[in-house]
């Protein structure tokens, strides 16, 4: 069984979150409200292979057709049904033609979630690889079993160097933009597969010293604004761009002394959420850039995914220390973890999704 550890919370409601691993695995973690507040891994889909693992995933959480993508670590990317974990397309993230995903792994993965008005369409995904080749490919049904990619499909080059290591997509899925080693933070218009923004490096200091560009998470800070940015470094920076008015940050803060890997927004426009490669999870309110607190119970390993719960004041973490924890936004205390592995060794956890059952 997997070992967890709880903090009684009242009125936790019923839970439901998607992790996936290096081992190719994704696990689903229910947590109930009575005994109030415990987490626990109640499904595993697939088996251990590490030619499998899984990069990135995405979840398209619809009414209608909900579909979860996962990009493995052969180039292959699966539409999978999130209730069951049943497969129901395997594509090449490339084309049909076969892609060296050992010299050029994919990156991210956006499954889009508008919803498809042609029933025979399972969904649209976005990928980009390590080295900057972006796809965007539409999967149909009658072809799941076949490996072919149909509808509309475009590519473009999102650097000529670097390593792009995230990318996030706006609310409306009109823009995306692509941060990582060595590449300056940028903004795409995903229809025309053009760039309409480019971030411009800070200033140097007095000596002069200009750092290298080293993104490590983004998100679009406003649900209906697209142009409200934040980015997170690996020199352990929070910025807040404005894409309307310069490239240069308009509020950068420090925090702490450990490589910022994850960050998440509120809905409330102004809020967002970091972790730390050294397992610090704080947030801070990006109207003035002031740090409203620390979560109560640092994480043993580097946090690499966060996920805010769209209704209620929860977020959930995972990390290297193979653990998924649950947060409560107001009071920063810990509700719940569970251990998301029992094997003896180092799983890199990412949360996919979180929500009520």
């Known amino acids: 069984m997997p070992r967890t550890s709880v903090v009684e919370s009242p009125g936790c409601p019923p839970l439901r979150a998607l992790a996936t691993d290096v081992l190719g695995l994704i696990k689903v973690v229910e947590a109930r409200a009575n005994p109030a ?6 499904e595993t889909w697939g088996t251990p292979d590490a030619s499998r693992a899984v990069l990135a995933a995405s979840l398209a959480d619809r009414v209608v057709d909900p579909v979860l993508a996962v990009a493995r670590n052969n180039g292959v990317v699966e539409l999978l049904n999130p ?36 029933s025979s369409m399972l969904g649209t995904f976005l990928t980009c690889t390590e080295k900057g ?4 490919k539409s999967v149909a049904k009658e072809n799941a079993a076949s490996d072919l990619a149909v509808g509309p499909s475009s590519s473009w080059h999102v650097c000529n160097s670097g390593k792009v290591e995230f990318s996030s997509v706006d609310a409306d899925e009109s823009y995306v933009m692509f941060g990582g080693k060595g ?4 903004l795409w218009d995903i229809t025309s597969c053009s760039k309409i923004w480019s971030a411009k490096s800070p200033r140097g200091n007095s000596l002069q010293i200009f750092t290298r560009p080293w993104f490590t998470a983004g998100t679009f800070l406003c649900k209906d604004d697209h142009r409200k940015i934040v980015a997170c470094t690996n020199n352990h920076q929070v910025r807040l761009y404005d894409t309307a008015s310069q490239r240069r940050p308009v509020i950068s803060v420090d925090f702490r002394e450990s490589p910022i890997k994850a960050v998440a927004k509120d809905p409330n426009g102004h809020t967002v959420y970091v972790g730390t490669g050294r397992g610090d999870l704080a947030s801070f309110d990006m109207r003035t850039g002031k740090l409203l607190g620390c979560f109560v119970g640092k994480c043993s390993g580097s946090i690499r995914s966060i996920v805010r719960h769209p209704e209620l004041p929860l977020i959930a973490s995972c990390g290297l220390d193979s653990y998924l924890r649950i947060w409560d936004t107001n009071t920063r205390q810990l509700l719940s973890a569970v251990c998301l592995t029992i094997v003896f060794c180092s799983i890199l956890a990412k949360l996919i999704y979180f929500s009520l059952f």
């Open 37 to 42: 507040g415990v987490a626990k891994v109640v």
């Open 133 to 136: 080749k972006a796809f965007v």
């Open 183 to 186: 590449i300056e933070l940028n």
């Open 83 to 118: 209730l069951n974990g049943d497969t129901l397309a395997a594509v090449n993230a490339a084309g049909p033609a076969p892609t060296d995903s050992a010299e050029d792994p994919l990156a991210t993965l956006h499954l889009f979630r508008r919803h498809v008005p042609d």
